[in-house]
């Protein structure tokens, strides 16, 4: 096991022959928080998408190491099942859907025969929504019935029930 959680070396992004990424080194111990600074264009979203593998890998140059291993992902689901979970900017919520169902999307508990449980997507969804500082949120309610930053907590509880060991706010 390696003293750091993520270390990017030498990453090289080109969109039609322009550097988007040019060299860059980046490494995060267990625990810590990074913050990337930059002006517009500076390429701190299409780092983190590189190691998000919204760009593949062989869809750049250069080598990710998560907890000692090269990681070479072909999907955004190849990350998050390792524990990587980005957060976009533009939020990825469906309006009309509940918290819960928000929170659940794409990996839903299931009863036998495929039915949906949603008393147990409840019950996680308001745990999670506690461990964040919310507890009176009726999880059950659509999305849209609460503002911007109720939401982006929505979709940080989507995170943490994804297991994130890093967890990058874009």
Known sequence: MSDYLLQMNGIVKTFDGVKALNGIDIKVRPGECVGLCGENGAGKSTLMKVLSAV?????????????????????????????????????????????????FMGHELTLRGGRMNYPAMIHRAEVLMRELKVPDMNVALPVSQYGGGYQQLVEIAKALNKKARLLILD
Not at 58 to 71: A, M, S
Request: glycine share 8%; no cysteine; net charge negative.
């Open 55 to 103: 760009y593949p890998y062989g869809t750049w140059d250069g080598e990710i190491l998560w907890d000692g291993t090269p990681l070479k992902a072909q999907s955004i689901s190849e990350t998050e099942a390792a524990g990587i979970v980005i957060i976009h900017q533009e939020l990825t919520l469906v309006p009309d859907l509940s918290v819960a169902e928000n929170i």
